[in-house]
């Protein structure tokens, strides 16, 4: 009789302690209660830090301005030579800078024009970048509005390891399509693994649009008109993927032919060829 207790009271203790061991199991985690972190919001200043609204007649401000000189092709085997500070190829008149290409011989080249550039006196890092441009039509040009690196501080090549920004690109044998593109050592067109945006831009050589970069620590926007098409996030894995905490200069071309613009050969009958722009305007980081 005791041994009959004894079994019917374990087995009372066995089903309390199961019991209680199940009352006591921890709660599951309300995620509801865990806030999202927001993206970083960013703004930029109210005015422009700097700017040249093409005010001056004559040649490019030179406090501003400088040129890229020759015709060594440019990487990109382009035809032209680049003059410097020759009126025929960038002027300001009437409150707009002309960029031409012409076709005529000159250095052992047929085609000159220009390429203006801000390294060493306007160069910027982050920013809102505002180009209000009107481009060139035809067969044959490529266009630009771009940055590049102002120093080589990456990697074993100055391009692409420290970073290209391509604000606008039109090539003439491709009317109407805007493209803005990021070039580092991990995402360029040579190794084909550039990161680009492109939209449409049926009146680009009769009307002025804006073209504009915003360029923040998290990453870089490419808009036209105030409308967004493309963005470009920091990956935090190193340089190589993004080298854009350095300092940056604003270039602003016209390229004949190359291995982009020329795919489809040069139409001589456009020439001359002129890019209009109507400001400049960099807008600083908050």
Not at 218 to 243: C, H, M, S
């Amino acid at each position: 009789m005791k041994k009959r207790i004894s079994i019917i009271l374990g087995l009372v203790l066995v089903i309390f302690l199961a019991c209680k061991q199940a009352t006591v199991a921890p709660e599951p985690l309300n995620i509801q209660n865990i806030a999202p972190v927001p993206a970083k919001e960013y703004s930029f200043t109210e005015n422009p830090v700097w700017a040249d609204e093409f005010n001056q007649a004559g040649l490019p401000d030179d406090k501003i301005w400088s040129y890229d000189v020759g015709g060594s092709g440019w990487g990109n085997n382009e035809l032209q030579y680049y003059t410097k500070a020759d009126l025929d190829n960038a002027h300001v008149e009437n409150g707009i800078l002309t960029i031409e290409a012409k076709k005529e011989s000159f250095e052992g080249k047929s085609y000159t024009s220009a390429r203006l550039v801000t390294k060493g006196k306007k160069d910027f890092l982050f920013g809102r970048i505002e180009v209000r441009a009107k481009l060139p039509a035809g067969r044959g040009n490529w266009p630009a509005i771009w940055t590049l690196a102002s120093q080589s501080e990456y990697g074993q090549a100055y391009w692409p390891d420290n970073g290209e920004i391509d604000i606008m690109e039109h090539v003439g044998y491709d009317p109407g399509v805007v493209h803005s593109t990021v070039h580092t050592k991990s995402f360029n067109h040579v190794i084909n693994t550039q990161k680009a945006g492109i939209t449409q831009v049926p009146d680009f050589d009769q009307v002025f649009h804006v073209y504009r970069i915003d360029w923040t620590p998290e990453y870089i926007k490419a808009l036209i008109d105030g409308k967004e098409y493309f963005t470009f996030q920091n990956t935090r894995v190193g340089w190589e993927d993004w080298p854009f905490d350095k300092k940056q200069h604003l270039l602003l071309n016209i390229a004949v032919g190359g291995n982009w613009g020329g795919q489809k050969g040069v139409d001589d009958s456009i020439f001359p060829s002129k890019m209009l722009i109507d400001y400049v305007r960099v807008y600083g980081l908050k």
